[in-house]
C-alpha cells in the first residue's frame, strides 16, 4: 500500500479556494487516489476519487498530474463548515484495506 | 436509505470487562470494515469482513479482539478483558463491493475504559 504525506494543517477564510496537496510516490499502477473527510466525532465521509488526471463532482475537485506522484484536492469558495481533517488515501480497488494517516487539518476561518 | 448505523454510541467498561460493539451496514452492503482511532491520530483498519467469513483481520491486535459478520444481524467486534490501552473510537464502515473506496462510514462507538 503507497504511503502518502499530507500537511498537517491549513488554515484559509471563508469563501476562498484551498487547495490541499497530498504527496505519494511509490503509487502502484492499480492504485485509485480517494479523499474522505472527516468532522470532530463523526466518520469519515467520501469526498471524491481518481485515477488521472482532473475528476470534478458537486463537492470538489481532484487533479491527479502524469505521474501520479501527487495529487491536489481542491475545496472552492470554503465556508466555516469546510472545517475538518481531509485524509488522502491511495489504494487498489479490488483490494480491502485503507490507511489513513493523520490527515490535513483545515481549519476556516471568517 | 438508512447510513451505516452503529451501537452505542458511547460505552463505558472497567477494566476486565468485555465490550461489544455492533454494527449494522448500509442497505445491500455485505463487505464491513472495522477501524480504530486514537485521539489525534488517523483511522487505523483493524479487520475486514464479509457475510460469515473474515477476509482480513491483520490489523486486529492477536489477543482479546474478534470480530463476526453473522449471515442474519449487525457486525461484532468484541473486546475481552479490556483495558485502558483500548479507550478509543470505533468505527465501521461498509461497502457494496470490495475496494478502499467509497467505504460508508457509522458514528463511531466511543470506547472508555476506567
Known amino acids: 500500500l503507497a504511503k502518502t504525506t499530507q500537511p498537517i494543517s491549513m488554515d484559509s477564510y471563508e469563501g476562498q479556494e484551498v487547495n490541499i496537496t497530498c504527496s505519494h510516490n511509490?503509487?502502484?499502477?492499480?492504485?485509485?487516489i480517494t479523499w474522505y473527510q472527516q468532522f470532530p466525532s463523526q466518520g469519515p465521509r467520501f469526498i471524491i476519487q481518481g485515477y488521472k488526471t482532473k475528476v470534478t463532482n458537486e463537492v470538489a475537485s481532484l487533479f491527479i498530474p502524469a505521474d501520479r506522484k501527487s495529487s491536489t484536492l481542491s475545496l472552492p469558495r470554503v465556508s466555516l463548515s469546510d472545517t475538518a481533517v481531509y485524509y488522502c488515501l491511495v489504494g487498489d480497488r479490488g483490494g480491502f484495506k485503507t490507511i489513513f494517516g493523520a490527515g490535513t487539518r483545515l481549519f476556516v476561518k471568517a | 436509505n438508512a447510513g451505516v448505523m452503529q451501537n452505542p454510541r458511547h460505552l463505558v467498561r472497567r477494566r476486565g470487562q468485555e465490550a461489544r460493539l455492533r454494527c449494522s451496514p448500509m442497505k445491500g452492503h455485505s463487505h464491513v470494515y472495522w477501524y480504530r482511532q486514537l485521539p489525534e491520530e488517523g483511522l487505523k483498519f483493524m479487520v475486514y469482513?464479509?457475510?460469515?467469513?473474515?477476509?482480513?483481520e491483520s490489523g486486529m491486535p492477536k489477543e482479546r479482539f474478534s470480530a463476526e459478520f453473522p449471515k442474519e444481524g449487525p457486525s461484532i467486534l468484541r473486546i475481552q478483558q479490556v483495558v485502558r490501552g483500548d479507550s478509543a473510537a470505533y468505527f465501521c464502515?461498509?461497502?457494496?463491493?470490495?475496494?478502499?473506496?467509497?467505504?460508508?462510514f457509522g458514528p463511531g462507538t466511543r470506547l472508555t475504559v476506567t
Open positions: 464502515a461498509s461497502s457494496k463491493t470490495e475496494g478502499p473506496y467509497e467505504q460508508y
Open positions: 511509490n503509487i502502484a499502477t492499480n492504485d485509485y
Open positions: 469482513l464479509q457475510k460469515e467469513n473474515i477476509i482480513d
